[in-house]
């Protein structure tokens, strides 16, 4: 009888699990159908392609590849993440407006802003647009810092929108364009924030195994910041889906040298150089290292095989910037370092939430004398700010759950690290040693919380899954203990 209930135990088992999964996609489908109504509603129906085709190209990718239960979790997964996202872009768009002051002191009121950051890609992106069109004459010096990769894909966008706009953007006042046209990006945000857990997933899945993985991807979906970056006009989140891209991709090639995996590693390489620099060049010197690391195969061919992919990283560290940052190293020059306390000093001035720096002693100090004071003052904000105890505002407030989260991921970091120390040493370079580097970077470039909270995205994709990898050897030690008793009753009636 037993043998005969099993295969019906586990058979509803599967139909209960399905059931659960339709009715998370459907709910989410009907949020994002929701979504379209309001931007119908509004008029803005050249965005309908943009949210339609991220709603379609996820599922593609994912089902591209991956099969079986890892299919059916991320999918389900996607599309609930896509919505919440969608949603929360549309909704939030009309009530975001921030305001500026023209050159004649004239007071501009923005649509669809939230941040400074947030209005400048979208200027220099629209200054694009304008320079296409014959309207302008291109960017302004001060701004051409912000012609990036990102900028480049905003004023595509841009010019979609301007190209099925009936009339066009640029017959249009600039506040009233650009209330219409910073939601396509807004809406590309949203698909990147989401299918983000697929190189997530699989970067928790190649650290820890499936379960890992699966919190990893559970924990990118809704993570309050990394939704939060999916609906903005910045790049933060293209920045987050890129690192934990290159670092599975690193260690996968590591470990199964293939075409395949050293193509997308060094794609996703390059792409990262106009994103984050620093991080650029931190992957330069790192990806070659893990890969001597973890690869186990015998000398002369891992000599051959990491030498061509150290190769391939120094041509596009040294063809994308000419060699005029010495590998990443001119950083670290005294010059370098003062000029970046100077700039952090200026920007913890202005900021609300800004930190309170030691300052220089006399001319005759350097940048690097004036960092070793400034960064075990700047260290504690990078892993712990904002403070619960210093929330005096409504937002300083609203993030409190996440940093109590936050607190939570470093515990179960330690815990990894300090169960898998010796077996898994090899594997956690890559993780560690980034965001090691990232948290000093941070010490020494960052001057206010904001900044803080926002750049700190960027040290999820190792932190994550080393969490995973904590929580879940914590569970189980606090199962083997529950049991244990149990099991010793057992034995000694049994005796």
């Not at 099925?164 to 939601?183: D, H, W």
């Not at 890992?212 to 889906?241: C, E, H, Q, Y």
């Amino acid at each position: 009888m037993s043998v005969r209930a099993t295969p019906l135990t586990s058979g509803s088992r599967w139909q209960r699990a399905d059931l659960i999964h339709n009715g998370v996609r459907g709910i989410s489908i009907l949020v994002s159908l929701v979504a379209f109504g309001i931007l119908a509603r509004r008029g803005e129906y050249q965005m309908l392609p943009i949210a339609l085709l991220g709603l379609l190209l996820g599922p593609a990718v994912i089902m591209l590849f991956f099969k079986g239960n890892e299919r059916r979790y991320l999918l389900t997964l996607f599309f609930s993440a896509f919505a919440v996202r969608l949603i929360a872009a549309v909704v939030a768009h009309p009530y975001l407006i921030t305001t500026t002051k023209t050159k004649d002191g004239i007071v501009t009121a923005w649509v669809g802003f939230l941040f400074e950051d947030d209005r400048a890609y979208h200027k220099v992106a629209y200054s694009l647009l304008e320079y296409w069109g014959g309207t302008a004459g291109g960017i302004e010096r001060s701004e051409e810092y912000l012609l990036r990769l990102y900028t480049y894909v905003v004023a595509w966008l841009y010019l979609y929108v301007q190209a099925v706009t009936p009339g066009g953007l640029l017959s249009l006042s600039k506040p009233e364009a650009g209330a219409i046209a910073v939601m396509a990006p807004k809406l590309m945000n949203c698909f990147i924030g989401s299918i983000g857990i697929v190189p997530m997933y699989a970067l928790g899945r190649e650290l820890g195994g499936e379960r890992a993985g699966r919190l990893v991807a559970l924990a990118t979906a809704f993570w309050p910041s990394m939704i939060l970056w999916s609906v903005l006009n910045l790049k933060d989140i293209m920045v987050v889906v890129l690192i934990a891209t290159i670092m599975f991709l690193t260690i996968r090639f590591a470990r199964v040298p293939g075409l395949v995996a050293a193509v997308g590693l060094l794609v996703a390489f390059a792409l990262m150089e106009n994103l984050r620099l620093y991080v650029f060049y931190a992957f330069g010197w790192l990806v070659p290292i893990t890969f001597f690391l973890v690869n186990r195969a015998p000398w002369k061919r891992r000599l051959a095989v990491g030498l061509t992919l150290w190769a391939a990283v120094l041509v596009i560290m040294v063809g994308m910037n000419q060699g005029n940052q010495w590998l990443g190293l001119r950083y670290l020059t005294d010059k370098r370092l003062e000029a970046l306390d100077s700039s952090r000093s200026f920007g913890a001035g202005v900021a609300d939430s800004g930190i309170e720096l030691s300052g220089r002693l006399n001319r005759y100090e350097g940048g690097l004398a004036v960092q070793l004071r400034n960064i075990p003052i700047v260290l504690p904000y990078v892993l712990w700010a904002p403070f619960l105890w210093a929330g005096t505002r409504l937002r300083d407030l609203v993030v409190i759950p996440e940093t109590v989260g936050w607190y939570a991921a470093q515990v179960l970091t330690l815990v990894a690290l300090a169960v898998y120390r010796r077996t898994r040493w090899r594997e956690f370079f890559l993780p560690v040693v980034f965001t090691g580097g990232l948290v000093f970077v941070f010490s020494v470039i960052e001057g206010n919380v904001g900044t803080i909270y926002r750049h700190r995205v960027m040290l999820f994709p190792a932190a994550f899954p080393l969490a995973a990898m904590g929580g879940l050897w914590a569970w189980s030690w606090w199962q083997s203990r529950r049991t244990r008793p149990v099991a010793a009753a057992t034995a000694r009636a049994v005796a």
